[in-house]
C-alpha cells in the first residue's frame, strides 16, 4: 500500500474526520477542538473553542468547504441514518476561552433539504464520541464521555451511556461503569451483539447484548484506553486495542472472549481504521502524542500494518501531527484515506489534515 497526498485541508485542532454520502453527494466533517489565541502560550489544553466544524464537499477531485456548523470544543462528527432521515451527530468536549466550560451540549443535526438542522440537544460533560448502531431492530446512539481533574464539577450527566430512539428522539437508556470515556466499537459475533468500550481511567469494556440491556462480560488490563477496532480476517474476528500511555495490542476472539494475540506498538496510539483487502487488509493506526500533556511531542510517525495469517507487519510510516482520527471512504474504484491532525509540532492548533489516495 502506497500513500499518495491529494489534499491538505486547512483545519485547527482537528479531533475528528467523518466521510458521508448524502443525496448522491460526499461529504467530509471535520471536529476541530479549538483555534489559536494570538500572543497566548503554546499548549494543548489552551486556546479558543468557541469554533465551527467545516462541512467539505466533494468536487469529483477534491474536497471544497460547502458549509460550517456550530461545534464548540469538537471532538466527534456521527453521520447515521434512521429510515430515509438523515443525522450528523456532534460532541463537544468543551467551550471558552479558558477557563473552560465542561458542562456543554452536544447537538444531533437533521438533515432536511441540505440543511443542517438542530435536531435534538444533549447535556454532556467533556464528551468525546458518539456511535450509532442497531440491536434487535432499535437504534441506539453511545455516548463516551468524561473527564476526571482536580477542580472540574460536572453538572451534566457525566457518565457515558446509551440512548435508544423511541421513534421521535433519543431517550436515556442505560449508563455504563466510566470515567474518562473515549470510544466505542459494536461488533456482531456470530449472533450475539456486542460493544467495545474505551477509558482513560476506568476499565475498558467489552459488553454483550442481552435482549434488553448491554451486561459486561470482559475487562481490557491497563489504563489510557483510546480506540477498539474490530475486524475480520482469515475467518476469524479481531480487536485492535490502542492505548495511549501502553501497548497497542491486537486480540482474537476465542468464542467466548477476546484473547491477546500480539503488541502492535507502543504508547501513543489513538485511533485505528480497518481497510479489507482479500482475505487479509491493511490496519491504519494512529498516533497521538508523547509524553505529558503539558509537555507532549506531538510530531510522530503513524504506520500501516499489513494483516497476514502470521501476523501483521508494518509496511509504511507517514508523519502526524497529534493525529486523531481516519478514516477510509471510496469514490467509485478509487479508495482514499482522510486524516485528523490537532497540534502542529510547536503545539499550536493551525496545523493541515490530510487527503490520501490509496494505492494497493
Known sequence: MQLQILQKLPTSGARAVEPFWHGGILYLAVAQLAQDISGEEAGMNAGNSDIDAPVY???????V????????????????????????????????????????HSVVYEIRGGSFVVFQRFPTFAA??????????????ALAQGVVADGLIATHPSKSCLFEWDGERFVHFQDIPSAWGYNWAPMQMGNELYLGYADHLAPSLLLQWTGDRFESCQQFEGSGGRTMCPFDAFGERWLAFARLNGDSTIYRWSGNRFLAHEVLSGPGG???????DGDGGYLVQINFIHGTREAPKTALLSGIYAFRSSGSELIQKFPTFGGTDAACFRVGDERYLAVANSLSAEVRFRIDSQVYRLAL
Do not use: C, M
Open 128 to 141: 468525546k464520541q458518539w456511535r450509532h448502531f442497531e440491536a434487535g431492530g432499535r437504534h441506539f446512539l
Open 270 to 276: 489513538r485511533e485505528f481504521e480497518w481497510i479489507a
Open 65 to 104: 468547504e460547502d458549509r460550517r456548523i456550530p461545534l464548540p470544543g469538537g471532538e466527534d462528527v456521527e453521520f447515521f441514518t434512521i429510515g430515509e432521515r438523515a443525522f450528523l451527530a456532534t460532541a463537544s468536549l468543551r467551550r471558552g476561552t479558558g477557563p473552560y466550560e465542561l458542562n456543554v
Open 57 to 63: 464537499r466533494w468536487t469529483g477531485e477534491q474536497f
